[in-house]
Structure formats: C-alpha cells, structure tokens
C-alpha cells in the first residue's frame, strides 16, 4: 500500500481529550506516525492529503446496527449498511443478531464474517444472541460464539424476560470474559405502546409506553450484575430516572455501561407531529425534560456510547398508519451529523462526543481501535464540523429509506472515511488526492 500523508489537520485523540494541529503518516494499514504542529514533507513516493485544517478523529464505531443479511437483504445488505456507515464516518459497526436464520450458532457468525470480507468496506462484527431463536429460553453457547469470533452478546430488539435465564447468562458472561447488551424494556408493561406515554399520546389517540417499561428491566438487570458480577451494557436508556439508576450503580462500582440512541439526544415525542411513522422507535421519543437529561448525562460521563440504532424498514412495514407501523429508523449515515446538534448548541463538547462514538466502544469490546497512536489501525475519519447540508433520503446509501431526519438541516459531516488505511469514502475535493 501506498503511504499517506495526512497533513494540515487538527488532531482529534479522543482517549485522552486532546485537540491539536498536526499530521498523521498512514503505512501499511496502521499510523505509522504522528506529527505536531507544523506538517512535515510527505515522504518519498507517499501521498500527501491536506486536510485544510479540518479535524481528524479515529473512525466511529457503532455498537448498535440492525443489517438484514442474511434473511432480509430486501432491507438492507451487509454491502449496503457498509457504504452508508462509510458516508457517515463509521468504520466498524457492530450488527445484531436479528436476522433470519437468527445469529446464534458459530456457523452464522462465520457466515458474516465471511460475508462482510467479501462485500463490505469497513469493519463488520456480529453480536451473537443470548439465546436460541431470540426465544429467551435456551441459552447459545458462549463459549463456542466467542471463538467463532462473536463480539458481544446480545437479543437485539428483545429483553431476555426471564430472570433465571439472565443470571444464567451473565454467569456465563463472567466465566468467558464476554459483554451483555441488553435491550432495556419490559415487553409486558410495553404492550401495545407505541409511542411515549403522557399528554400528547393522550391527545394524538396514541397507546403509551411508561419510562417504568425501561426502568423496572433496568433495576432487575443490576440486581443480577451485582449478584453476578458480569459486565453489562444498557444498550440505550431514554429517561432521567434511568440515568439516575445508572449513575448509582456505577457509584456502587458495578461494572456497568450504558448508551443511547442520537435519537433520544436531538429529537423529542412532538417530532411525531402528524404521526410521522419514521419517528416510532424503540426506545421510544420521550418528551423534552428526558431529552435534556440524556444530553446532561453524556456531557457529565454517565452514558458512555452512543449509537445509531440503524434499523432500516421497507415502505410495506412503514406506510401504515401509526399504530401498526414497525418500530425502527435509518441511523448509521446520520449519526454524526445528527449528534454535532449536540456540538453546536454547546451542550456537548466535541472531543466528548467523538470519544462516546469512538474511544468508548472500543474499550467495551476490547479492540485497539478508537485512538490516535503510533501502531494503531489506520481507522480515520476527517471530519468538516462547519458543512451545512439537507439530508435526501433518495440520496442515503442504505436500501431502505426510514430516515427521521429525512430533509432535516445539519451541520458536520464526514469528508474522508479510511479503513486499514485504504480510503473508502471522499468528498470531490478529496477523492483525486486519495
């Protein structure tokens, strides 16, 4: 491979916070240096991009992407999920094992991999299930899922509802050094809610679904961590009574982390407006005070991820009236731009948000990426926080088209995504240097 320079850029190392002019030299897939200040000369036979002085982070990671391959390739494609994840600056997206059959023996997990080697352009890891058929019965094997090179484990949109069964699982977990991610919410108190409950679910003749659905699993759950002593991932929280819980068990010293969608951090219940189907999600919108309070909790460190929720629907699942609409929305080539709101409005700052994105997730799944350090794998994103743009959703990579933020105004975005030191998404002005 050809060395690259990338030079005139404002460093952005979200494991220690630090934002500072210099260059980074890529050789063989991996940083093979790193410059202050002043941009050296490009060595010998290497490119040389100049990055006009716009910021250069480690490539996001995305812990949470619903990608239909294999089963639902109508929906979305490894390949597909992995051109919108390089648009957006995401370079490893996590995918979950919600597809058909389900993620749950090592021969799917090869399956992936093998598939994501051939197709995909960034880095593809499966989340494994926790148990067979997302049933919440039966537990996988761990053991087995792990060496066939399953990341995490997880039963996607589903709790595992049975108590036993989760202690079961995080002993488990403990014993093989793995990560639980669990949805938090309790599906019989959820019911047929399909929206936040309160006035205007009231008002728009909506069924509700109480924080309490999210807040009674989450309770439970720690009480089987503290008894366990398994690591634990709240996948995303969506209320301040939740952060509050959160933030005690970490006081307590429980090994416990927790995420959010971007969609819980900007948007709010009254972006349902006319029953906007593309807003029904799971966690659902809850109103401004919750909005604020996941907002407060990633600016003090309580949450410690955030992720796209990419969970792509076809127009069969989402022209339908509100009530009967699936749950879900595109997520993976917004995330960043979405999230820089946060930026903007001065209630995150930028090296906070980029290490929820970055630094954080990589530390949860052990991989060396998330940093910028000599020996590093080259996963970069340049990033222009100042670019306005509308998002199109006849322009989004993905297959489906379910954007809650479709025609929506924001401001930074990827201009350059590089994987192993190969560039695999560019902007005009950059693609005839790459």
Not at 332 to 361: C, F, K, Q, W, Y
Request: glycine letters at 8%; aromatic letters at 2%.
């Amino acid at each position: 491979m050809t060395d690259l320079l990338l030079a005139n850029a404002t460093l952005l190392d979200p494991s220690c916070g630090t934002e500072k002019p210099g260059a980074i030299l890529v050789r063989d897939g991996v940083i093979a240096d790193i410059a202050q200040g002043a941009a050296p000369g490009a060595p010998a036979g290497a490119k040389r991009i100049d990055c006009a002085g716009r910021v250069l982070a480690p490539g996001l990671i995305d812990l949470r992407a619903f990608v239909g391959e294999p089963g639902a390739e109508h929906r979305e494609t490894l390949a597909s999920a992995s051109a919108a994840a390089a648009a957006g600056g995401v370079t490893t997206l996590v995918c979950m094992p919600d597809t058909n059959p389900v993620i749950d023996g090592p021969a799917i997990v090869d399956f992936v991999l093998r598939r994501a080697r051939d197709t995909a352009c960034v880095n593809v890891l499966p989340a494994a299930a926790i148990t067979k058929g997302l049933a919440g019965r039966e537990m996988t094997e761990f053991g087995l899922l792990q060496e066939a090179g399953a990341v995490a484990f997880t039963d996607g949109l589903r709790a595992v509802a049975d108590a036993q069964v989760m202690r079961r699982a995080l002993t488990y977990a403990r014993d093989f050094g793995v990560l639980i991610m669990q949805h938090v919410e309790e599906a019989s108190l959820a019911a047929e809610g399909v929206m936040n409950e309160g006035e205007l679910a009231s008002r728009l003749g909506l069924m509700g679904v109480p924080r309490e659905a999210e807040t009674v699993m989450l309770e439970r759950d720690l009480r089987l961590v503290r008894l366990t002593g398994a690591r634990y991932h709240a996948a995303m929280i969506s209320c301040s009574d939740s952060v509050e819980i959160v933030r005690r068990a970490k006081e307590d010293g429980l090994p416990v982390t927790c995420g959010v969608s971007v969609n819980n951090l900007v948007l709010n219940e009254n972006d349902i407006g006319h029953y906007r189907t593309f807003c029904r999600l799971s966690p659902p919108l809850r109103d401004e005070a919750d909005r604020q309070a996941m907002v407060a909790a990633l600016a003090s460190g309580v949450i410690d991820v955030v992720v796209s929720d990419h969970n792509p629907q076809d127009a069969d699942t989402k022209r339908l009236p509100f009530a009967e609409a699936a749950d879900g929305a595109l997520g993976i080539e917004t995330l960043l731009g979405a999230a820089m709101r946060l930026v903007h409005t001065g209630d995150v700052s930028l090296p906070r948000l980029i290490a929820a994105m970055t630094a954080n997730p990589a530390a949860l799944l052990g991989k060396p990426a998330g940093r910028l350090a000599v020996g590093a794998p080259a996963d970069l994103v340049l990033i222009d926080p100042d670019l306005p743009y509308v998002v199109d959703k006849r322009r989004l990579k993905s297959r489906s088209k379910n954007s809650p933020f479709d025609s929506a105004r924001l401001q930074g975005a990827a201009v350059l995504t590089m994987v192993g030191g190969r560039v695999v998404h560019a902007v005009d002005d950059l693609a005839a240097a790459a």
